[in-house]
Structure formats: structure tokens, C-alpha cells
């Protein structure tokens, strides 16, 4: 601990403070010692919870310490009881001057933030430093109750009143016990938050609702959620005292709103009835009792027994019910709208339901005596709720005590700040059907909702003044711009900070992404939020940035509505697919009940090592965006999809605007409002900038902000950010150029600021290496440079994968590493075929289908049974029976995979359009005529979102079509279906006679099971036509020579085997590079060299990406396996000039013995070539089985061919 002295007083700091943190403590001693308001901003990660408590208890006990000298200076009369050093020299600076004060005077610290999960962070805080004061929180039944019988009802009202009922009976046994536990001094002097208080009541059987209430007596500070403090009503329940105390508000930028929420009310239809149901209960009770006595010994004390309210004042009490129904219905209110007036009519309106300064004590009265009443009586629960809110209501509109002349200047100052509406109930229309106790009628009743609304929240505020508290301090992250937000509470603060943050620029990335990947302009206006373009390429700019933010990545949306929309687009388009096969995605829920399943989910999901962590979609003014904990690796990236403007056509917030510019027009002497239009904007940017506070929360925190809305770019959007944000943020012309730079930012930051290792969660496996899930191949932890990839090739395939054999089972390192794929390494029957087939297989999850995707609150991966146990796995020889359950598996997965087609299709078509599609399919089964079927189908052509499914369509044509229908698609939407020559060759010409069991045994694989890889997942093959498969007419060639020779081919088909984790690898690593915009000008440009042998163009594009960064030399050189034969010279004498070393790996010397070959073939005739080819792939399986290293070698000659292939053709 550190003791550092503020203002004169003594504060022990858990470590050296910064400078911001003394400058933060020294405000916070201002307003204690002076007795002045004040308003704190200090950005999220400077540590103002630590300094706030630290400071204010410091200062309390240097109070208490004051006191006890004051009393010894009384005792000693004068004399001093250290000579050298006088009492006086004690200190006076915390007491208020020459007063006397006594240690019942020490104020108590009132502390409150908008939940208890933040109150949970508060007191976590409080734990670590050395103070150590009474605590006590406080919270509802709902949080706090452990009795069985009380928790099983649904509704909180009849928990209410059936707890009050038990603890009045003293039938409630943790009740009881609350008397003996209150003193317990190990209880009291512990630091509990609502969950430790929870855990010690079902630990000790005893009440911990009722407990804290009893430690609330003698705690020092007291934590409650700011609703409890603010509303008046809730101050009285749980008997708050302010006098004398020090009132603190943490994330006060929600206090505005719980200010006007707190004496606002709405009085609906069902609370007057309901009302009027139990008060006409009662009465009938009560004439019932009356005819069982003598009528003639009966009075008014007998008919009342139990009850201290006559049978007369029961009958008035209906009767203001019925009388203030009939006001309130006797507006004839348009459907859309309703009628505003005035605050000061609400005087008139209750005072014709008999309401008035007169009547209110005795109207108040009898409702807390029939309240009471009804509360404890046994039987069935009567609803009280519409009585206690009419007893609020006459609080809170007759406030005060005025004399008969006083009483129209207290009206008017009672009502200047608010506005009576009255709208019709439209409630009932969409109320779905409960269980509730009191039973349906009441709750669909139809009438008008009598709204009082507060506007300003200096109406609480100026409350809490008047109640004697000795400050206030409001403080958080959030508050700029002060001079608008002070001039909202009505009430003085002369002490103000705007305070800097402790982190380096190092340390904040923040970006204005204004356009997608695609270039189309992002924006949550009103107008464009749901335009099918926008929010596709929101899904695309979210893909990206998924790939390239480590760890946790938190998505925020301006609403619910909105994000829900917006994910239901994602899963029908498939954006979702990708983000959650990259980084499984977490959704926020609406209700409370799964939200800690849902985020304990997405914490379990970063903390797993075998990870690339998680995606959390949430809503600004959420939970997840108010005060909850995403440091270091949860959320690494905050993304702002739009301005989270409150609802314009929302009558409270139309309301509220005009409110605020009558006052501006009025320009009361000493106030300033804001403009209605200025609160508007306010209310958005405060909102995002909570946001954005969720990504640094300490000094060593790092992370990046990511604006993907064009309105960020205006001059004027970019002054409301915090004044720490600012500075950093920067603006692009491209997409490409934001992606390339985050990658950059965090390369720096992890290699700088290392984070701790991640711990294995139970049950996951303690090798980083190796998958829990046998399907999924292991893959690389997201911390290890890109460079250090891809150099175990066996890793790349699930069927090769092993430890090797001179590491120990503990080992790490390069020992364990494995290449991980965008979408980490495919499952065997599903792997690429070539370097474009890997780019469109990126993003999915090794062994994982279409359907394993579970929806945005997924909290775990699906898992397979097959080869738990991990460790070595060893080649076997594929036998007959094995094939042919592979086969089963095939057909099974095809049907899966045609029966979620028409599920999507379904979805995406209109019932008359889906039909229309089924009955082609059915007619086209039965006629065999692909005319009639392609005439159908066309129009789904004709919009770009169905040009998926019309690509679906590929999968139900018979072999002896596909090419007509590849060729079709491929001219109606520019993207054919992958066709292969192979696709054409039925399933029993596939199957042929029985392979040669000997070829098999020595190769590990026979040209059966290769085609059934081929044939497999029709639908994820490359969409760009035939002329992207490099072994498309060497696997037609091989076919049709199996077919007559009866034997194996005596290796692999091209394409199989090592082909794919080189070129996956390489599509990887070049992907993480360069960024998506420049992969595909790689990519591009690799496709117009295959098609027109433009050795030039192509080189003039590699070089311009690749040599832009001396790191990216390592991708220079690994490019060599794309140059066509009669190029590689060149390419080779062109990276000896560049980087003065070969370009060609050392096995490209072997290559280059069989560059005479390629040249050979491409000058004989198809015939030749087929043998050749043939007999070339022999002696290369030959030699592999001599010496395995050179796989590598085999799969860049074949390669090769195919490059001369495709020459010789052109």
C-alpha cells in the first residue's frame, strides 16, 4: 500500500497513483471538506472507483479521527498531551469548524450505481484496498429472498405480499432467524456484495432481504441501485436517511433518466379496475360478516373489526375510483395520439375524482389501512397494486404542506417541470396469455392511460437538497459535455473535472468505417437501416473485422429491434455462418433470466485456449454496455453499428423536446436549457460513448473502436466523442486500409503488452495442440505471430495429424503448433481442392455442416464421439465395407444437406413462389426434362439474394445435366456451380468394379475413396465454374482409366493428399497479411494469369502487395508454387534481385528434373499426355514411399501440370 497525502488528509492507495487519479481524489476531498456538490468525469480504466472509495473513506476516517482529538483537547482542558506536538496539528479539516461533533455525527457514505452487477464491481474494488468499513448493500425480494414458496410465484406482487404475509405470522423460518444473525460480529464485519449475502442466508437459514435491512443501521456505507435513493416511494420502503449524509452516484449518466422515471407515473385502465375489484372485495366481506351478528347490536367499530377504517370510508375510497375512471375515459382520444396538457390540469382532473390538499391526509390514510389489511389477510391474494399506486400519486402531486392562500404558487412550483398526457390503452391488443393470479378481464380492460411525466430531472435532485444531505457527488466516464449535463440536475456544482486517461496511443485504435468491403455506405438512418445491401455489407465489414480482432470482439447495436432484424438477415444470407465459424456469436437477451448463462458463455469461450475467442452482439443502454467488466482479452474490439437515437415517434420523447425548447425560449435569469434537438444528440452519443468504454478498463488494457456508421465522419459527430477518444481517431478512404492497420495495431500491442497465458477451463484439454473435438483439427493460439504458421504439414490433415515422436506429452511450442485456416483445417471428406476452393472454405469450422450452427446464443460447439481420445492417429488400408459406409455417411450427408436447402428456400421465397419451385423439382424427377426446370428457376436469377439458392438447385440435377446447368447459372448470374467433369459420371459408373486390394495397401488410399471425396458437399465447391479446378481433367482421365483397367492409380488424384494444407496455408497467411480488399487483387490477378499467361500483369500486382513490408517476403517466395513452368525462371531471377536469395524452396531443385516433362506434355497430343502424366505420378508415388519429405515436392509438380495443362488448351 501507498500513502499519499490529498488536501491534508492521509490516503492509503493500493499503489503509487498517477497523476489523474491524485487530481480525481483531490476534487473528491473538495467536496467533502467544503460541503459542495460536485461532477466527476473520468474515463472508464483510470481507476475512479478505487480512487473514489480510497478518498471518501480516508476522509471519513480522518473525520472520526478529528473527533477523538477534539474530545482529548476537551479532556485535557487545554493542556497538551504530546508537547512536541500539539492536538491542534491533528487535523481539522474534516469536521465543520468550531462545531461540536460526536461520533454519531460521522457521516454515513450513501453509495449507488444504476445495477447490482455494477455494485458487484464496486465492492470487488472495496476488497482490495485497506479500509475496511461496515458495509451494507441493499436490494429487492427478487434478488434477496430464499424462501421456496415466496420465489415460485410469478408475479413480484404476490411474492410481496406473500412474504409480508409470513413475516407478520412469523411463518417464515429464515425470517426469524434474522434477530440473532444481525449481531453475528463476523457478519458484520465482512464485505458482501447481494450474491454473498445470498450465499450466507442459505448457508445460515436466515433472511438476507431482511438482514441487510437490519446491518443498514450500523453500516458505514451503504451500496443501493440509484433508483432506491431517487424515488420517493422507495426511499420510504426502505427507510433511507439522507440527513447528514455523502450521497454518491457512479455511472450517474443514467441519472437524468432515473430522475424523471422516479416521479413520473402511469395510471392504465387495469390498475383503476383492479383497484375498484379489491376495495368491492372488501366491502362485501365485510357486509357478510355484518349478517352473520345481530343487526341491532351492530356498529361501526364491529363491522370494521381489523381494520381501523369504517365501512363509509371504504365506500369513498371506491367511489374516487369509479369517479377518476370516469375523468380519465371521458377523453375522446385519437387512436395514434393523444391530448397533452399542462402540468398544473392534473389539479383539476383529481379534484374531480374528490382529490384535493383537503382530502389527501385522510384519503392517504385509508389507503394504507385497506393496503395493510389486504396484504395480511389469508386466502386468496386481492390485488393491491392499483391502490398503492394512487397512494403514490397523492405524494407525489400533493407534495408539500402550503396554507389555503400558498396553495396555487405550490401547484405551480409542484408542476413546472412536467406535462399530463392521456392516450389511449393499446396494451391489451398484444398482451399474450399468462398465468396471473388476477386473472385476465381486469388486464384487457379498454380505456385511457392518465401519464404525469417529469422532464426535468432537477426535480430529484433539488428533493435530495431538501432532505439534508451534506453533498453529491455524480461521477463516470461519460458526462461530457458538463455544462449541459449540470445545467440538467437544477442544482449547483462548483467543484468539475474532465479528466485525462493513463493509457499511451499505443494502447487505442479508433477507426470511421464508413463504407464495407463492397463499397456500399454504412449507415442505421431510419431510412437505410434495413435496405438488404446496407445490412449486408454491415455483415461482411463484421466478418472481416472478426478475423482480424483477437479474443472478444463486441458488436453493439443502436436497439433490439434492429439487431434482431439485422442477425435474421446475417443467418438467412450466411454472414452469421461465417462470423460464428470464426468467432462463435453471443446475442444479449432481452429478459434478464439468460443473461449470465449467455455472457458466462462468451466468457468461457475467450478463455479457451483452443479458441479464437468470441463475438458479443449487444444493444447500446443494454446491460452488457453499462458498467460490466470486458478487460484485456473480452473484448479486445467494440464495433458501433449506427447512432442509438432514441425513438422520435415516442409521444415522451417528442414531449420532451418541446418541453426543453419552451424553457429555452423563456431564458429563465441564472438557467440554461439545452434545445430540444441538442438532447436528442446527446442522449445518442452518450450512449455510444459507454460503448465504447467497454474496451480499455486498466492502464495495460489495448484495444480498438471501430465506427462503422458514415454519419462518424462529420466534423461535428466527432466533437460529442470523450476527449480521450478524440485524438486517435482516424479516417480512411478504403475498406482495405482499416483492416491492414487493425492487423498492424495489434500485431505491435501483442508483442508489447503479452498477455497471461489463457487458463484451461475444466474438462478442455491441457495440450494447446491438440483439439478437444476430434473433428476440429488443433489450432494455433491467436497470439503466435503469423510467421511461425504452417510449418508442420502433417497438422493441416486430420488423418496425419500426430505428435512427433521425440516431444514429450507435456511439450509446447513448435512441437504442438498447428496451421490454422481462417476456418481452421476442413474434416477429410470435405477438404479444398485447390488454392480458390480454400478461399471459399475459409470460413467454416472443421467438422462442421451447415446445420451445426446453433444460432446467435450458442454457447458451446457441437461435438462428435468419433476419435476422443486424440493422440497419434496412424494410416489404415480402406477396405471394402469401409467404403461402402462411407458411402452411407455420403448419401446421408446429401440428404441433410437437400432437406436444409428447401428449409432456406422456404424461408427466403414467398408459399406461392416456394411451390412453384417444388413442383419443377417433382416434375423434372418424373419427366427427366432440365428445359422445364431451368425455365422455372430462371427467376430467382433475377435477384442477387437468390442467386444462392438457384446455385442450391445444382444438387437435384442428374449427372447427364450438370454441365448444361453449371453452364446455364454461370451465364444468368455470372458464378456457376463447381462443375467437374466427375459430376457427370453416375453414382454406379463411380462405384466400377472392385479396386486392386494390393494397390490400395501400398498407397493408403484407393481412387474410390478420392471420388467420393470429390463428389461430396456439391454445393461448397468453388463458385466461379470449371475453369477453377486444376485436376479436373486428370481426375476425368483417371476415371475413365480405372473403369477399363480395373486397378488404382497407385497414388492420390491430384488435389488430394498435401496439395491442400499448402495451398490452405498460403490462402491463410496471405488473408491475415494483407486484408481481404488485398487478397482479392491477389486472387484476381492469379485468375487472369490462368487464364491468359500474362506473366507480366500478374507480376506487377504480386510485387506492388508483397514487397510493401520486408516481412511479407516469406509470402514472395511461398508464391513460387503458382508460377507456371516456362515462368519460374524468371520469377526466380526476380526474387534474387529483390531479396538476394532463391525464391524456389530447396525442394524446388528436384521440380525443376521434371520441368522437361511438363514441356514434353504439353507439345504431345491428349493421349500421350494421359500416359505421361500417368507414369510421371508412378514414379512420384514410388519415391514418396522411399522418402516422405518430398510430398511437398509432388504437390507443386502437380501444380505445375495443371498450370501447362491449361496453357497447352489455351
Not at 386481492?382 to 392562500?405: M, R, W, Y
Not at 488443433?778 to 521425440?806: E, G
Not at 497419434?872 to 471394402?880: Q, W
Not at 524468371?1130 to 531479396?1139: I, N, P, V
Request: a neutral charge; charged letters at 25%; aromatic letters at 8%.
Amino acid at each position: 500500500m501507498c500513502s499519499v497525502s490529498v488536501r491534508g488528509v492521509s490516503v492509503s492507495f493500493p499503489f503509487t497513483p498517477y497523476e489523474c487519479q491524485k487530481e480525481y481524489m483531490n476534487r473528491v476531498m473538495d467536496c467533502l471538506q467544503k460541503k459542495v456538490n460536485g461532477v466527476l468525469e473520468s474515463p472508464t480504466g483510470t481507476g475512479k472507483t478505487l480512487c473514489l472509495l480510497c478518498a471518501t473513506l480516508a476522509w471519513r476516517e480522518h473525520f472520526k479521527d478529528t473527533i477523538s482529538a477534539r474530545k482529548i483537547t476537551q479532556r485535557l482542558k487545554g493542556e497538551e498531551m504530546f508537547p512536541s506536538t500539539g492536538t491542534a496539528s491533528w487535523g481539522s479539516t474534516a469536521t465543520d469548524g468550531d462545531t461540536p461533533a460526536y461520533y454519531t455525527d460521522v457521516p454515513k457514505i450513501i453509495y449507488a450505481s444504476r445495477t447490482h452487477s455494477q455494485l458487484a464491481q464496486v465492492i470487488g474494488e472495496l476488497k482490495k484496498i485497506s479500509y475496511r468499513p461496515k458495509v451494507c448493500v441493499l436490494g429487492s425480494r427478487e434478488q434477496l429472498c430464499i424462501n421456496q414458496e415466496v420465489m415460485r410465484q410469478e408475479n413480484n406482487h404476490v411474492k410481496v405480499h406473500m412474504c409480508r404475509s409470513k413475516v407478520s405470522t412469523r411463518s417464515c423460518v429464515y425470517y426469524n432467524n434474522v434477530e440473532e444473525k444481525s449481531s453475528d460480529t463476523d457478519l458484520v464485519h465482512s464485505i458482501l456484495d447481494v450474491e454473498d449475502l445470498v450465499k450466507y442466508g442459505t448457508k445460515h437459514r436466515v433472511c438476507p432481504y431482511y438482514l441487510s435491512r437490519s446491518m443498514k443501521q450500523q453500516a458505514d456505507i451503504i451500496f443501493m441501485p440509484y433508483n432506491y435513493l431517487l424515488d420517493p416511494k422507495s426511499r420510504r420502503t426502505h427507510n433511507i436517511e439522507l440527513s447528514g449524509a455523502v450521497v454518491i452516484f457512479d455511472e450517474a449518466h443514467n441519472v437524468e433518466k432515473t430522475c424523471e422515471e422516479s416521479t413520473s407515473f402511469d395510471l392504465t385502465p387495469y390498475d383503476v379496475s383492479s383497484s375498484i375489484k379489491a376495495v368491492d372485495a372488501l366491502l362485501m366481506d365485510k357486509v357478510k360478516d355484518a349478517q352473520g351478528d345481530d343487526l341491532s347490536d351492530c356498529n361501526m367499530e364491529s363491522l370494521s373489526s381489523g381494520l381501523k377504517v369504517d365501512v363509509t370510508a371504504i365506500a369513498k375510497i371506491k367511489q374516487i375510483f369509479l369517479d377518476l375512471e370516469a375523468v380519465i375515459d371521458s377523453y375522446d382520444v385519437p387512436v395514434d395520439k393523444g391530448i397533452t396538457k399542462p402540468g398544473i390540469f392534473i389539479y383539476e382532473l383529481l379534484e374531480r375524482a374528490h382529490l384535493t390538499y383537503s382530502s389527501k391526509t385522510a384519503v392517504a390514510e385509508a389507503l394504507e389501512q385497506i393496503i395493510s389489511f389486504l396484504s395480511g389477510k389469508p386466502g386468496i391474494f386481492l390485488n393491491t397494486s392499483g391502490l398503492q399506486k394512487l397512494a403514490d400519486i397523492i405524494q407525489l402531486v400533493f407534495c408539500g404542506e402550503p396554507s389555503e392562500k400558498d396553495q396555487a404558487q405550490q401547484m405551480h412550483l409542484n408542476t413546472a417541470q412536467f406535462k399530463v398526457h392521456i392516450h389511449p390503452n393499446i396494451s391489451y391488443r398484444d398482451r399474450k396469455a399468462t398465468a396471473d393470479v388476477w386473472g385476465s378481464a381486469s388486464a384487457k380492460k379498454q380505456g385511457n392511460i392518465l401519464s404525469y411525466w417529469c422532464f426535468s430531472s432537477g426535480f430529484s435532485m433539488q428533493d435530495l437538497v431538501h432532505q439534508g444531505v451534506r453533498c453529491i457527488i455524480l461521477t463516470s466516464g461519460t458526462l461530457s459535455p458538463l455544462a449541459s449535463f449540470t445545467s440538467e440536475m437544477r442544482i449547483e456544482f462548483p467543484v468539475q473535472l474532465e479528466n485525462s486517461h493513463v493509457i499511451e496511443r499505443d494502447q487505442i485504435f479508433v477507426s470511421v468505417i464508413d463504407r464495407g468491403p463492397d463499397g456500399v455506405h454504412l449507415s442505421s438512418a431510419f431510412d437505410r437501416r434495413f435496405v438488404p445491401e446496407n445490412m449486408a455489407s454491415l455483415g461482411n465489414t463484421v466478418v472481416n473485422l472478426s478475423r482480424v480482432v483477437p479474443h472478444g470482439l463486441l458488436v453493439f447495436f443502436p436497439s433490439f429491434p434492429l439487431m434482431e432484424k439485422t442477425l435474421d438477415f446475417w443467418r438467412t444470407h450466411g454472414h452469421a455462418d461465417r462470423i460464428e465459424n470464426i468467432k462463435p456469436m453471443f446475442v444479449e437477451p432481452k429478459g434478464k433470466g439468460t443473461f449470465n448463462e449467455v455472457i458466462d458463455g462468451f466468457y468461457s469461450r475467450v478463455n479457451d485456449p483452443s479458441s479464437k475467442g468470441g463475438s458479443f452482439f449487444a444493444v447500446c443502454r443494454g446491460k452488457a454496455s453499462e458498467g460490466l467488466d470486458f478487460s484485456d482479452s473480452f473484448g479486445r474490439g467494440v464495433v458501433i453499428t449506427g447512432l442509438p437515437f432514441p425513438p422520435k415517434m415516442d409521444p415522451r420523447v417528442i414531449l420532451k423536446m418541446e418541453f426543453l425548447d419552451e424553457m429555452s425560449r423563456k431564458k429563465a435569469p441564472g438557467l440554461r436549457y439545452l434545445s430540444g434537438q441538442q438532447w436528442y444528440r446527446l442522449q445518442a452519443f452518450r450512449a455510444v460513448n459507454q460503448a465504447i468504454g467497454r474496451v480499455i478498463r486498466h492502464k495495460d488494457d489495448y484495444g480498438a473502436v471501430l465506427l462503422c456508421d458514415q454519419r462518424f465522419k462529420n466534423a461535428d459527430a466527432r466533437a460529442q466523442l470523450p476527449s480521450w477518444i478524440r485524438p486517435h481517431v482516424r479516417l480512411y478512404d478504403n475498406f482495405g486500409n482499416v483492416v491492414r492497420d487493425v492487423s498492424q495495431f495489434f500485431r505491435v500491442a501483442q508483442k508489447m503488452r503479452p498477455v497471461v497465458q489463457k487458463e484451461h477451463n475444466a474438462g478442455t484439454s491441457k495440450n494447446p495442440g491438440t483439439s478437444e473435438n476430434p473433428g476440429k483439427a488443433a489450432v494455433l493460439d491467436t497470439r503466435c505471430p503469423p510467421t511461425q504458421r504452417a510449418k508442420v504439414l502433417d497438422a493441416h490433415i486430420p488423418s496425419l495429424k500426430k505428435r512427433r515422436l521425440n516431444d514429450p506429452p507435456g511439450a509446447s511450442g513448435m512441437a504442438r503448433l498447428c496451421v490454422e485456416y481462417e476456418g481452421e483445417a476442413p474434416q477429410t471428406h470435405k477438404r479444398p481442392l485447390n488454392l480458390f476452393h480454400a478461399l471459399d472454405q475459409g470460413d467454416r469450422r472443421p467438422g462442421q455442416d451447415e446445420d451445426s450452427w446453433t444460432g446467435p446464443q450458442c454457447l458451446q460447439y457441437k461435438r462428435t464421439d468419433v476419435d476422443a481420445k486424440g493422440g497419434k492417429r496412424k494410416i489404415k488400408v480402406v477396405h471394402e465395407q469401409k467404403l461402402s459406409m462411407s458411402s452411407a455417411v455420403c448419401e446421408e450427408d446429401k440428404a441433410s444437406r437437400a432437406k436444409r436447402f428447401l428449409q432456406d428456400m422456404k424461408k427466403s421465397l414467398s408459399h406461392v413462389k416456394f411451390e412453384q419451385m417444388v413442383q419443377a423439382l417433382q416434375t423434372y424427377k418424373r419427366t427427366d426434362h432440365l428445359d422445364g426446370l431451368l425455365t422455372q428457376t430462371a427467376a430467382l436469377a433475377e435477384d442477387a439474394n437468390t442467386h444462392g439458392l438457384l446455385r442450391g438447385f445444382y444438387q437435384f440435377v442428374r449427372p447427364h445435366h450438370k454441365l448444361c446447368f453449371d453452364q446455364t447459372v454461370l451465364e444468368l448470374t455470372g458464378r456457376g456451380c463447381g462443375y467437374k467433369p466427375v459430376h457427370s459420371v453416375s453414382k454406379e459408373d463411380r462405384d466400377g468394379p472392385p479396386v486392386d486390394r494390393a494397390a490400395s495397401s501400398s498407397t493408403g488410399m484407393s481412387t474410390t475413396s478420392q471420388l467420393d471425396t470429390d463428389q461430396l458437399d456439391t454445393d461448397q465447391l468453388n463458385h466461379g465454374g470449371p475453369h477453377l479446378h486444376h485436376s479436373t481433367d486428370t481426375t476425368h482421365r483417371r476415371v475413365q482409366k480405372t473403369e477399363k483397367d480395373g486397378r488404382s492409380e497407385g497414388s492420390g488424384p491430384v488435389g488430394s493428399g498435401p496439395v491442400v494444407p499448402v495451398h490452405a496455408a498460403f490462402v491463410s497467411d496471405v488473408q491475415s497479411v494483407l486484408g481481404s480488399v488485398n487478397s482479392g487483387h491477389l486472387f484476381r490477378a492469379v485468375h487472369r494469369y490462368k487464364r491468359t499467361d500474362n506473366y507480366e500483369e500478374l507480376v506487377s500486382v504480386v510485387v506492388s502487395l508483397l514487397t510493401e513490408d520486408r516481412n511479407h517476403f516469406s509470402l514472395l517466395h511461398r508464391f513460387s508454387m503458382l508460377i507456371r513452368p516456362h515462368h519460374k525462371k524468371q520469377y526466380k531471377e526476380m526474387l534474387e534481385d529483390l531479396s538476394g536469395g532463391s525464391g524456389l524452396t530447396a525442394q524446388e531443385t528436384n521440380e525443376e528434373e521434371e520441368k522437361n516433362t511438363n514441356k514434353e506434355e504439353e507439345k504431345n497430343t491428349n493421349q500421350e499426355e494421359e500416359k505421361n502424366t500417368n507414369k510421371e505420378e508412378e514414379k512420384n508415388t514410388n519415391q514418396e514411399e522411399k522418402n516422405k519429405p518430398v510430398s511437398l515436392v509432388k504437390t507443386q509438380s502437380k501444380i505445375s501440370a495443371f498450370f501447362s495443362n491449361s496453357q497447352s488448351k489455351n
